[in-house]
């Protein structure tokens, strides 16, 4: 198998404002929000890092995406250091996240050069590009509607067709489908299908353990910015169903009663 | 560099197509036409009198040399003789009489006896056009009173005692008000497309979008800063048109006298170069408010104090009348030396060292601050903040 993602004791820690202090409860001014997590992901999978709220779901993540340093450990995508090397790392990567809402002044077409432009995609690659991803995706006759017109549905299918626009082989998805109503988010899990079987490696973060299990080759749990499991799917459920799974892990971690 | 160009495109797109942005970019050229066009009415009838209205009045005994002093006021009117000094004065109450004024019997007979008749003008200080022709008739009635029989001579010649040259006049009234005026309201066309550009990305996460492309930080922040300096720039030159085309008004015409002609071309130049500096500096600064803001709701409470330094620093500049300062270094600090320079220009007190300091200290403040955005653009603690 080849290795597309390997992480390696990737740790951040926080500072805190007062305020920020007194909200999470605690003692110190600083929080440990990855505390050296390592894994890695292969070609053609889609890897799911499971984890409940404030586990540093999040923060890993965008460190793998180089939009935050870690203060200790490093990524590599393809073998590119996301520290050392984040514009060729960025090359390599799409990035995305459910908060993300498009601005809703603009049209997909413009939104989608734009973003091409920024990726410095040639003119000619990003065109037949853009109307392959927009044809296959069901876009092409809305590309020239403002997004703020809509559904959310198509909304969310435009920002993944954006934040692919330089074709990576390596796409990070946080929490695709947080808010998301049923029928959008089955949207949004076929696409991300769809992505694979194109040979994608994708990486995603949620804490919905039914999509998880739909969609995840492999998984990784995270507990207060450590990675308690790691494994395959199917061999992880062999003998109980995942939500078990996680709260055996939970308990034995945090010592609290669930 | 290209991407420096499509990012500033983007922007222009958007600031240009959005009525509710567009609507805040002319609104203050208008709003500054409006009220200085209000001011100059203002002016005029408190100096002149309303022309277009006729003031009535009522009277008791005129004598005939009434009419010439009331020639001397200018005003337009109408005059009646009350038919006693209850229904006069009930009707001063009532709005429908401005003045009554009340000569004693055989008043020009008096006078020329060397008498001392007397006159009682009545009038509603709570009403406008009332007031107005109570300052003037009481002022041309002491006028004349001092010359028929005086007690001793108060500028009594022919002569016009008031030295200032119009074009003085015209300067001071101007001055005094114009830099506070303009500075909010460039500050406020700024704030209009500034507070939101880049808190906005953060809002709905586009900034992560924009940060994972390889475009450099320093790209990102400069193309947005000359996307909203040129906006900005837009809403300048209208403020800056709807400034010159109020100016006649705010002159208030023939009435006072007071004329445009005191300003060259230099004057509108030089005004256009402050203008153009002052707005890329406060854009400059509003973006960095705007970064290191969460929300544009917060964008929006942050700028409110800026605003307010603002305006003190721009009616600093009104403290000392209308003359500019003269101290080269105050000509360092960025609002305050635009303000003065703006003073200075239509004080007719232009000095071209000060307005150099005044460009060159903004141009490297707003240096600074393209500086200051980019090294925010890298700062993950702030891009990213929780
Ligand atoms: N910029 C920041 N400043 C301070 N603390 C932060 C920051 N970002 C994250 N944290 C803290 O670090 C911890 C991990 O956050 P993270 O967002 O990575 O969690 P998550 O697994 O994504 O959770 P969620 O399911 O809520 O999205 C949390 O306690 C969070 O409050
Ligand atoms: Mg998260």
Redesign the interface.
């Known amino acids: 198998m080849e290795e597309i993602l390997k992480v390696e004791g990737l740790k951040k820690t926080f500072k805190l404002s007062r305020k920020q202090q007194k909200t999470e409860k605690l003692a110190d001014r600083t929080k440990v929000a990855v505390n050296g997590i390592s894994f890695s992901a292969y070609k053609g999978e889609i890897f799911g890092l499971l984890g409940p709220n404030g586990a540093g779901k999040t923060t890993t993540l965008r460190i793998i995406s180089t939009l935050i340093k870690p203060d200790d450990g490093d990524a590599f995508i393809d073998g590119v250091s996301v520290v050392k090397n984040p514009d060729k790392a960025r090359a390599k990567l799409g990035f995305l996240t459910s908060e993300l809402k498009l601005e809703d002044f603009f049209t997909p077409d413009y939104l989608y050069d734009y973003f091409s432009s920024l990726h410095g995609v040639e003119k000619s690659v990003a065109a037949e590009r853009k109307a392959k991803l927009f044809d296959r995706f069901g876009i092409t006759e809305f590309a020239h509607v403002k997004i703020g017109d809509l559904s959310t549905g198509m909304k969310q299918k435009i920002s993944l067709v954006i934040s692919i626009v330089h074709d990576p082989d390596f796409i990070i998805f946080d929490e695709p489908t947080n808010g998301l109503d049923v029928i959008t988010a089955k949207t949004v899990t076929d696409f991300l299908i769809e992505l694979k079987n194109l040979g994608k490696t994708i990486i995603i973060s949620t804490h919905i353990f039914s999509l998880v299990e739909k969609i995840c080759d492999r998984v990784g749990v995270i507990i207060n910015g450590k990675m308690v499991l790691i494994g395959k799917l199917k061999e992880l459920t062999e003998l109980k169903p995942l939500e078990d799974v996680f709260f055996d892990l939970y308990l034995k971690e945090s010592g609290e009663n669930v | 560099m290209?991407?420096i160009i499509?990012?500033m495109k983007?922007e222009l797109?958007?600031f240009f197509?959005?009525k509710r942005i567009l609507l805040s970019l002319i609104l203050p050229g208008v709003l500054i036409y409006v009220m200085y066009s209000f001011m100059g009415s203002i002016f005029e009838n408190v100096f002149s009198g309303n022309k277009d209205y006729t003031y009535i009045i009522a009277e008791e005994n005129k004598p005939d040399s009434f009419d010439d002093v009331l020639k001397r006021t200018g005003i337009k009117y109408e005059i009646k003789k009350a038919e006693n000094e209850e229904k006069a004065k009930a009707d001063i109450k009532d709005g429908n009489v401005d003045i009554y004024i009340k000569f004693d019997e055989n008043f020009d007979e008096k006078t020329s006896e060397n008498a001392v008749p007397s006159v009682e003008v009545y009038y509603d200080s709570a009403n406008v056009n009332s007031q107005t022709a109570y300052t003037l008739i009481y002022s041309a009635l002491l006028e004349r009173s001092v010359k028929v029989t005086p007690v001793y001579l108060v500028n009594a010649g022919e002569e016009s005692y008031d030295l200032a040259t119009k074009q003085e006049l015209s300067a001071m009234m101007i001055t005094m008000m114009l830099p506070f005026i303009l500075m909010i309201f460039l500050f406020t066309g700024c704030m209009a497309v500034s507070t939101e550009s880049i808190a906005g990305e953060k809002e709905?996460?586009?900034i992560?979008?924009?940060?994972?492309?390889?475009?450099k930080r320093s790209h990102i922040a400069i193309g947005k800063i000359l996307a909203l300096s040129i906006t900005s720039l837009v809403s300048a030159v209208i403020s800056f048109i709807g400034l010159i085309f109020s100016l006649p008004k705010l002159m208030g015409g023939e009435a006072t006298g007071i004329s445009l002609s005191a300003y060259g071309f230099s004057t509108y130049i030089g005004t256009l170069g402050v203008i153009i500096v002052t707005v890329l500096l406060f854009t400059v600064i509003l973006s960095i408010v705007s970064a290191l803001s969460k929300s544009i709701k917060e964008a929006s409470q942050f700028a409110m104090p800026v605003m307010i330094v603002v305006m003190a620093v721009s009616v600093l500049s009104m403290v000392n009348q209308g003359a500019a300062n003269t101290n080269w270094w105050a000509y360092l600090i960025p609002v305050y030396n635009s303000a003065q320079c703006i003073s200075g220009l239509f004080s007719l007190s232009f000095n071209s060292l000060f307005f150099v300091i005044t460009v060159i200290s903004n141009i490297v403040f707003v240096g600074l601050g393209v500086f200051a955005l980019a090294k925010i653009f890298n700062s993950?603690k702030i891009?990213?903040n929780?």
């Open positions: 290209s991407d499509t990012i983007k797109k958007r197509s959005d709905r996460g586009t992560a979008t924009l940060l994972v492309t390889p475009v993950e891009m990213f929780k």
